[in-house]
C-alpha cells in the first residue's frame, strides 16, 4: 500500500498550487483522508480532512477559505487545492488515510501516510 504525494514546490506569496495524492495498492474510497503538514522546527499539524463518501470535510483555521480538500475515487485519489498561499503555508504536506470512514485532525486516527511533498512560498 502506497500513498504519493506530489504537486509541492516553490510559488510566490498569493499563488496556488494543487496538491496530489495517489494510493496503489488497496482503495480508501471507505475511509477518511486527510493532509497534514510540518514546517522545519514545528510539530506536523492538521491541514484538512475528508470522509467517506465526501460526507463531511475539516479545516485548519489557517487555511479556512483558502484551501479546499477533495477526492476522485474513480482515480483512487486525494487533492488539496491551496490558493492565496502564505509565507507560514511553508511546509513538507503529507497525505493520509485513516482507519475508519469519518476523517479527522488527530495524527493518531492515520494508518496510511504518503512520503511528503515541498510547498514553498516566497515573498
Known amino acids: 500500500v502506497q500513498l504519493q504525494a506530489s504537486g509541492g514546490g516553490l510559488v510566490e506569496f498569493g499563488g496556488s498550487l494543487r496538491l496530489s495524492c495517489a494510493a496503489s495498492g488497496r482503495t480508501f474510497s471507505n475511509n477518511g483522508m486527510g493532509w497534514f503538514r510540518q514546517a522545519p522546527g514545528k510539530e506536523r499539524e492538521f491541514v484538512a480532512s475528508i470522509s467517506w463518501g465526501g460526507h463531511g470535510t475539516s479545516y485548519a483555521d489557517s487555511v479556512k477559505g483558502r484551501f479546499t480538500i477533495s477526492r476522485d475515487y474513480a482515480k483512487n485519489t486525494l487533492y488539496l487545492q491551496m490558493n492565496n498561499l502564505k509565507l507560514e503555508d511553508t511546509a513538507l504536506y503529507y497525505c493520509?488515510?485513516?482507519?475508519?470512514?469519518?476523517?479527522?485532525?488527530?495524527?493518531?486516527?492515520?494508518?496510511?501516510w504518503g512520503q511528503g511533498t515541498q510547498v514553498t512560498v516566497s515573498s
Open positions: 493520509a488515510a485513516g482507519r475508519g470512514s469519518i476523517a479527522t485532525s488527530f495524527r493518531r486516527d492515520y494508518t496510511y
